[in-house]
């Protein structure tokens, strides 16, 4: 379908009447949970074996639902006792097909969609491979044992994580330790002092720990059993490839090496190659061979066409007339961008946090916590190290420390990908605000939702400029078979109506918000991190629970917002518009996501001020004057109930 026909396709769609996915929104949910539920326990795999250039090729595709869980799998009886208590007992496909394989000791290079639950798949037999060598008492003590290399910081803190949630509850004990390039040498040295016997790190890190000497790369061809590539093919875009081929000297011939990727290309071959010696290969496929089906299922996505300059038009539509279910991941290309575009829904009263490579790596850890706990609905990120502006910030820094403006800023983090393989939990709605510049990009930006077989949709705004890219995306997801069918879909809820009637407001809004704004903004935001984020790290350190008070969607611009622009009034909502709105609401009231983690957890009134607030409360010497006043007050409230009982 041609670019002309395709829009004009779409404008007709947008006005008819809102139709599925939430049309009847509580027996949506319910059907949309059951599917879930189903794909949750899908198929049964069949391997093809195929022969393919030396390599033992499999390809598993789902066949029938099949219950299989981790009982069945030969793991470790403390590893079937953690899993248990963790509330885990079913396993993924992925994780039923590979943890076998690796259990057996071969290579394995592994492909499933994103949110799959490939962490589990190879951290179970990792674990279980350590805890058997350490039983027998054959684990070597020089280096660590296994490692696990992942593209970014905040990979590296999720994927310790997950691993020490499990080790705690296991009767043997390993240590596992996570260092990143952030990290002062001497805060690396001593985490790897002992050593470890699992080190998460990325390959930058322990190229450069092997080259400073921290790490005897003789020590590791001595004690190396075991080592994992995640999001394999991310490594290679984060120009992993030089660290990489400078540690093959040290693997030892016998390690047991895992490729983990959640999408395929030449490049995963490659880094097969290089690393791995005569692989399994499991690529997991969905039944009717999708091709390259890679986006879960249970992922609806949509589009809309419009000019790059309505983007800020049609993206206010959708949230402020809610008809995208929360929380919604926004997508853009650019950091500036982000806090324009934080600023202009704020203008309208609705809050927003940016996460960008900017800001320092706790207030980002914080960031996605606070997000994962629903204290705020909308998170704004922008996924790319590589962007020009990456390139030209850390080029201009480097070049002049001294500007204001420039010294203001952080050198952009290079290991940065907060986004991508990032577990963000119960993200409804992914939006391509700006559209990524590949359909890998794509699909691990969609790959936010629909995690763990949970439902989710995706909406992309897509310009004239975009239709290359946006068309090289629907071929990719297009199913050979089906050509007719569309994977992408044009959104049916939001008319023309809807948009029409706000358009004024946006556009004069939207002017409103100036070069000059954003700089300001982006500024006032990474000074404010900056300085919270160390105070932030020790607090949270020994108050861990403050977390909850943590707002990072806080208000930029100190100017009220008008009535007129924070509720859109009754007249300017079209009857069609409010039935979608009104669907998703009780879509979401159904599904019990009405944003409890706000009400439930923070103990604070919404709007609240100053005294909420831990950034503003709080002293990393200490506990602050008012806090200590309160505390008093406790104690004296304490005293008069006392007396009053004794009277
Ligand atoms: N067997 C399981 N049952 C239920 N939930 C699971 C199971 N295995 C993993 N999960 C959960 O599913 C979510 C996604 O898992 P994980 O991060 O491992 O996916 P992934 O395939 O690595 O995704 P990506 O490619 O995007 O990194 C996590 O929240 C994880 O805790």
């Not at 069945?72 to 994780?95: F, P, S, Y």
């Not at 959640?262 to 190659?273: E, G, H, N, Q, R």
């Not at 070049?399 to 290991?415: F, I, P, V, Y």
């Not at 439930?600 to 008012?626: Q, V």
Request: glycine share 4%.
């Amino acid at each position: 379908m041609g670019k002309k026909q395709r829009r004009s396709r779409q404008k007709e769609e947008q006005v008819e009447t809102p139709a599925a996915p939430h049309e009847d929104a509580p027996a949506a949910a319910a059907a949309e949970e059951e599917a879930a539920q189903e794909v949750a326990v899908e198929g049964q795999t069949q391997t093809q074996g195929a022969t393919n250039g030396g390599v033992k090729e499999e390809a598993a595709a789902e066949e029938e639902v099949k219950e299989v869980s981790f009982d069945e799998l030969g793991l470790d009886e403390q590893l079937k006792r953690a899993l248990r208590k963790k509330g885990l007992t079913n396993t993924t496909l992925i994780q039923r097909e590979a943890i076998p394989r690796i259990l057996e000791g071969t290579d394995l290079v592994a492909q499933a969609k994103t949110g799959s639950g490939k962490t589990f798949a190879y951290l179970l037999p990792l674990l279980q491979k350590l805890l058997r060598l350490s039983s027998e008492g054959s684990l070597r003590k020089s280096a660590p044992n296994a490692l696990i290399l992942v593209p970014t910081r905040e990979l590296c803190q999720q994927v310790f994580n997950e691993a020490s949630s499990l080790l705690q509850l296991c009767t043997s004990k390993l240590r596992i330790v996570q260092v990143n390039a952030s990290m002062p040498d001497k805060d690396i040295k001593l985490a790897l002092s002992g050593p470890p016997n699992i080190l998460v790190t990325t390959p930058a890190c322990v190229a450069t720990c092997i080259s400073k000497g921290i790490v005897q790369g003789s020590s590791i061809k001595e004690s190396l059993s075991m080592m994992v590539l995640d999001e394999a093919d991310l490594l290679l875009s984060y120009r992993c490839e030089d660290d990489l081929k400078a540690l093959v000297p040290h693997i030892p011939r016998g390690c047991q090496s895992i490729l983990m990727s959640a999408t395929s290309s030449p490049d995963i071959v490659k880094l097969a190659k290089l690393l791995l010696h005569n692989p399994d290969i499991l690529t997991l496929t969905e039944v009717g061979h999708v091709k390259d089906d890679v986006v879960p299922r249970n992922v609806q996505q949509f589009w809309i066409s419009c000019s790059e300059k309505d983007k800020m038009l049609y993206i206010l539509a959708l949230l402020k007339l809610e008809l995208i279910q929360k929380k919604v991941l926004i997508f853009v290309n650019s950091i500036d961008m982000a806090f324009r575009l934080r600023l202009f829904l704020e203008k309208f009263g609705i809050r927003s946090a940016v996460l960008n490579a900017e800001l320092p790596q706790n207030s980002r850890l914080h960031i996605i916590e606070a997000f994962n706990a629903r204290l705020f609905d909308y998170l704004i990120a922008t996924d790319d190290n590589k962007t020009k502006e990456v390139k030209q910030t850390n080029k201009e820094n480097k070049k002049d420390s001294r500007g204001s403006r420039k010294h203001m800023q952080q050198t952009l983090d290079a290991e940065f990908g907060v986004v991508r393989g990032i577990d963000f939990k119960n993200v409804f709605t992914v939006v391509n605000f700006d559209m990524p510049p590949d359909p890998a990009g794509y699909i691990h930006r969609i790959g936010r939702t629909g995690r763990a077989n949970k439902t989710g949709a995706s909406i992309s705004l897509v310009s004239p400029e975009e239709e290359d890219v946006f068309e090289e995306i629907e071929n990719m997801l297009q199913d050979v078979e089906k050509k007719d069918t569309k994977c992408i879909l044009p959104f049916p809820l939001l008319t023309t109506n809807a948009v029409e009637s706000l358009r004024y407001r946006a556009q004069d809004v939207a002017r409103s918000v100036t070069s000059r704004d954003i700089q300001e903004a982006r500024r006032q935001d990474i000074k404010n991190e900056i300085l919270n984020s160390d105070k932030l790290k020790a607090h949270f350190e020994e108050n861990p629970t403050d977390l909850d008070l943590l707002k990072h969607d806080k208000i930029l611009s100190n100017k009220v917002i008008p009535v007129h622009l924070r509720d859109v009034p009754e007249y300017l909502i079209d009857p069609t518009t409010k039935e979608a709105s009104n669907a998703i609401k009780l879509s979401r009231a159904a599904m019990g996501v009405d944003n409890p983690g706000r009400k439930r957890k923070m103990g604070f009134r919404r709007g609240s001020g100053k005294s909420s607030d831990p950034l503003r409360t709080f002293s990393a010497e200490g506990k602050s004057r008012k806090r200590v006043g309160k505390q008093r007050d406790g104690e004296q409230d304490r005293r008069k109930r006392r007396k009053k009982a004794e009277v």
